[in-house]
């Protein structure tokens, strides 16, 4: 395989209440209503992910378990409720509009410009993003099919992956695990939200000593499977001509079940393998692989010291 419920984000660190942290990532792009990732595991699973979820929070709000253990214990969970969603919110708006302009100039090309600024030229109304929103069944060459898109006659299920998940946006219908969830595209958002916009120009794997934004504030050092879900979700949405980002009462594209559904696939232990190589890969570009502290450890003169010793 050549990458909040809703969208979670990279590991490390703990979550906090405000809109960069890993677990307010983690939880972006959902509402009240909608079905935590954590309904996708067993019940063990899940009581196993809500006391990480309380131990990170420990990590970085010390004084939480006494106060959760006071007599205004319910006042204080409220309010830390509260912040968290902020922080949510907060933290998924941020990424939305900043990928809705950085998608549009990625995609632009000698067939057409995606404007930035206006969602209704996007979707399926301009034949750059049809291309690479429309699963193979659909042939976005043929007007009569566009139009049926366009207009929602028909509508591609959350469960259908379109090319611009894939490598090189080229998807081979006999081996469809082939450069899934590794599009360009995705690897430039997750660089733009974790790392800062100006790094998503370029695909080179990062190193440590340069690392910004987000997962500097956070010492994130690897990517977890619910933030690649969240990534193929939030340029989904970019490239899409939709308004809102969510089901919109049925008038747009499911785009929270279609984060749990690559969750789901991510998830999938017939491809724990497949699935762990990619996250590799997402993980050297995005941060320069696992040997950045090792590798300088290696060159000091302990490192010599030991390979002098081994001679």
């Known amino acids: 395989m050549s990458a909040t419920s809703t969208p979670p984000v990279a590991s490390s660190p703990p979550s906090t209440p ?88 990625w995609v632009s090309n000698s ?45 591609p299920s959350v469960s259908e992956y379109p090319p611009f998940l894939y490598k090189d946006f080229t998807i081979d219908p006999d081996n469809l695990i082939d450069g899934l969830f590794e599009s360009e595209l995705l690897l430039k958002a997750a660089k733009h939200i974790l790392i800062g916009p100006s790094s998503a120009d370029s695909l080179e794997s990062s190193n440590r000593s340069t690392h910004l934004g987000n997962a500097a504030l956070n010492n994130m050092n690897e990517v977890t499977l619910p933030f690649m879900a969240y990534v193929c979700a939030q340029v989904r949405f970019a490239l899409s001509s939709d308004e809102t ?8 594209f499911d785009i929270y079940n279609f984060y749990r559904n690559i969750l789901k696939t991510l998830r999938e232990e017939e491809l724990a393998d497949d699935v762990e190589i990619l996250r590799s890969r997402w993980n050297e570009i995005l941060f320069g692989g696992a040997g950045g502290d090792e590798s300088e450890e290696e060159s000091g003169t302990l490192g010599q010291i030991l390979a002098q010793r081994a001679e």
Not at 133 to 144: F, K, Q
Not at 245 to 252: E, L
């Open 111 to 155: 067939e057409g410009r995606i404007h930035k600024n206006s969602k209704s030229s996007q979707g399926f109304h301009n034949i750059v993003t049809a291309r690479l929103l429309a699963p193979p069944r659909y042939d976005v060459s043929d007007s009569m099919t566009l139009r049926k898109l366009r207009d929602e006659v028909i509508r």
């Open 18 to 105: 405000t809109p960069h942290t890993q677990h307010n990532r983690g939880t972006r792009g959902r509402s009240n209503s909608d079905t935590s990732d954590s309904e996708l595991l067993g019940p063990q699973r899940k009581r196993d992910k809500q006391w990480q979820i309380f131990s990170d929070i420990l990590k970085v709000i010390p004084e939480a378990k006494r106060k959760l253990t006071s007599e205004n214990s319910e006042a204080y969970l409220n309010r830390l409720a509260s912040a968290l969603d902020e922080g949510l919110a907060a933290g998924r708006s941020d990424d939305t509009n900043g990928l809705k302009k950085a998608v549009a100039e």
């Open 245 to 252: 980002f969510g089901n919109n009462s049925g008038r747009c």
